[in-house]
């Protein structure tokens, strides 16, 4: 009894907090999204103008994956995470860690 619907519900409660504090850290981060454990966060080069980050979420797409972290980009900008509902917040955070990693390298 893993009770999976509810640890996704917690565990993507705690992402979703997690990506949102990122998004006040980092103005890259154009909107942080998620559902249970479909999370979504939009890299923009304007929050005003929505322009896409394409070229940068490239850069933290590879830069995660050199760091063992994959993850898919969807329509060219937005970090999609959909782990297994078996993740913890631990491994979450580790996750969210690693983006958050990428994101400041690309930013220097």
């Known amino acids: 009894e ?3 619907l509810e ?3 917690t565990v993507g409660d705690h992402a979703l907090r997690r990506m949102r504090q990122m998004m006040d850290r980092h103005p890259l ?3 942080a999204r998620g559902l249970g454990l ?3 966060l939009e890299l923009v080069l304007d929050r005003q103008t929505r322009e896409r980050a394409t070229a940068v979420a490239e850069q933290i797409m590879y830069c995660a994956l050199r760091k063992g972290l994959s993850f898919k980009l969807l ?25 958050e990693d990428c994101i400041k390298e690309t930013e220097k």
């Open 7 to 9: 640890k996704a519900r």
């Open 29 to 31: 981060i154009g909107d």
């Open 75 to 99: 329509m060219g900008n937005i970090i999609g995470l959909f782990p297994p509902l078996t993740i913890t917040i631990e491994q979450v955070d580790e996750a969210l860690d690693i983006i």
């Open 38 to 40: 479909m999370l979504g």
């Open 2 to 4: 893993e009770n999976l």
